[in-house]
């Protein structure tokens, strides 16, 4: 009678929003002299049920002798990532630890052609990996990025990873005095060696270079990378900028591939403790007026300077500007206070009154005459 067929769709939507976390808050003093510090920290870490699709091929060989290995990453969704790690797994009957090291393309967005040039590369992280022995399993490795690397919708990367023990014993004759790489002697793709296993595609993005070396230990290589939602600055500052004296909120943002988002924040504080100046006027000497016994003052008020604005002066001892000083020498101090709270050393000057009126005599007594030997009054 026939076969009648239908369709229907089954659409899962991801509604769950990524998670970030934020760094800690921070706190730190300003920097001398000025009303401001510099503050450093981490990006966010952003993690989702869900990853965007990342274009890279895995791969597969079995002959030592190779260096490294050459291939692409390709940012195929509709968000910004942030690749964290580079991750190899390989085989190895026994324990060792190899120090890879991983490149990055500088301005071009693939490896090919560039295999032989230094100065198409970029070195951001050479760390050393413990690969556990197994005689019947690869074992899996991070190598993590010294600089995280973000891709923008679209984008894409030539990536160069390479191990110092675990390929044939080094790559010196495969990297050039910068450290950079540079072939130099002659490389062969080995019929057969090269099979493609998991990935996105099987288009050859991720593709080993071998040497002529005989075979040793370390005889399978995989590569696959590790990468997280871009978290995006909202408000605040960025790491390493001059932050004002006070609390700055910066607040992060990330969104996932299905446009779902989640923020954090924390908070940067400066605090000024950087005490304040204080330069008080020269020592003063002045003398009373006739018929007085004070001199009346004036001076110039003590000025204050601070790395922050808000700087007070205030009067702690002595006569304030403008009052009768007594003969003799009378102290003045002031002190300035910022706007922080803190405290200037004291200065002090002098107010010396001289009393430049002679005596006078009003009443001498009068003239007394009186014999010898007899007391006068």
Known sequence: CGVVTCTFTV????????????????????TPGLCSGIATFAAPVVTDNCTQPVSNTSVTWSQTGQRGAFFDITNTGAQPIVVTSINPQMFSPTPLTDVFSVYFTTTATTYLGNQTTAGAWTLNSTASVNVPGNATATAGV???????????PGQSKGVYVVGTQSFGGGPVAYLSTSGTPAYTGPQSFQNGSLRFSGGVGSSGLFTGIFGTGAPGNIRLFYGSVSYSPVATQTAGLPSGSAFP??????????????????????????????????????????????GSCTAVVTYAIPTGADNCPGVTVARTAGPASGSAFPIGVTTVTYQATDAAGNISVPCSFTVTVLDGQLPTITTQPANRTVCAGTTAT
């Open 11 to 30: 659409t899962v939507l991801d509604v769950t929003a990524p998670v970030i976390t934020c760094p800690a808050n921070v706190t730190i003093s300003n």
């Open 142 to 152: 991070s190598v993590p990025l010294s600089s995280p690397l973000t891709l923008a």
């Open 245 to 290: 004296v006070g609390t700055t909120t910066n607040t992060f943002t990330a969104t996932d591939p299905s446009g779902n988002t989640a923020s954090c924040s924390f908070t940067v504080t400066v605090n000024d403790t950087q005490a304040p100046t204080i330069t008080c006027p020269s020592n003063i000497t002045i003398t009373t007026p006739v």
